[in-house]
């Protein structure tokens, strides 16, 4: 099945990003894409570089005009689209929601990030409230979706629910950048981090897992850091970690790779974890900490 | 602090093998180690490869013959010693076990490999009885160690637990390498995915962690299959994943790394993992499978 990844350089504008989206997702059906994932928040800038409460206007309702937008797109085009929005849910509640739109137009489903950081340039504790539907796949006409969003990513546990559910396939819609401050060394570090931890995921469970970020430079209007340089390099690997396709760290960039699901079959046989978890040995996963030991 | 991974290749004398591992122990002190991590089941062949009775008779207790011979190095050393062996706990009950001796020669714990593997040329579910002692480090003069073995390294649930117990340093003896049937892409791809999903439990966890793998060709007596070459690359990395250090694919090999344990609080900062967990929606880790998903 060939997939399709749209690195963006997202602006301000609802409509022109909207625009800019669409596009790539023409391009990407004419190349083959059966499943397309966008970056994460592609409606706007990465508005939680700081805490602003008129940047709550951006939120929109699910179904809403975004899904519509999209919805449309993916039945004319006859693929699935996967975005992620600002959810208004009621006055004073609010999720980052990734969403599925199914090759028929319709919404197949939706997951709310349960993962929320907070952090200087990423203050996303104070605009989403975590996410309340645990972690479910969503069932579509490509197969069972593991889909997460950008922290999640981090959090080993995530991954691995998501294939206790049956997920076959992993899917991350993130947007993660560099501080300018911080010297190469330890940008170098921090992409590879991200990308390696990501890798491990599909390792660990048996599945093919898909990333797309943002990129491009987005200053910060607080001036209370020098902004957010996004890096790129979204890609796509299989079930033994190895990567089929990565994007630039710099530019806009549509991304094809053939994923084949039944791939996994093989690799679980050679690799049978799910056959050897200490299930009886897991309860602290439960907790905290353990500060007795 | 310095720490030294004995890259070794075996034989069937144990007690060629000690003296080997004895040497490159005192190597490893003139070059600075205050912690030398052996290899999986250095003191013998990997004998795994078939099911035979009459290997039972290289299981030893605990504390036995190697635990002395080793305690009394890291005595004269004042190092600490990580080794792995074949636990002969009673009749008819066995172990995989790693041992931690300390500066001054004492048995500081042990920890009894909770993942057992099960596969063609490594038949483990057969001579090893799955650990009693669960995922708990042991405390040391060097710090709070997370000991591990081997199969371990695939289950991200078996880092997170030594991390939430506190452990410092994730440690992993090894006995892993290729079938010589897999072509070189495959071989290349089990590698790396190898050093891929250990780096991942690095990263999500904040830690610097340990491999310590044998190397060399070992033909298989019963001739089930085609033997195994173990592919070394043992490794140190830190606790963003990058490497630190890292041994050949095919020769005896003396690592040393510098590891700052200080250095997993400056991270944690930046990527607070531990701060995010969403321990309210993890039960269903302690499942073997959402068969009602």
Redesign the interface.
Known sequence: MKIALIQQRCEADRTTNLQTTMEAVREAACRGAKLVLLCELHTSHYFCKTEEPANFDLAEPIPGPTTEQLGRLAAELRLVIIASLFEYRATGLYHHTAVVLEQNGTLAGRYRK????D?PGYYEKYYFT?GDL????IDTSVGRLGLLIC?DQ????AA??MA???AELLLYPTAIGWDPIDNSDEQR??L??WI??Q???A??NGLPLLACNRTGFEPDSSSQSGGIRFWGSSFACGP???ILAQATTDQPQTVIADIEPSYSEQVRR?????R????D??????????DD?
């Open positions: 349960m993962h929320i950081p952090d975590p645990g972690f479910t796949p922290w981090w959090f080993p546990e691995r629910l206790l559910a049956g570090r921090q590879e981090a390696t931890v890798r491990g995921h390792i660990a033994q970690g190895e050679i690799w049978p974890f799910l050897d978890r200490r299930i040995a897991y309860p602290e996963l439960l907790q905290r900490f353990r030991s």
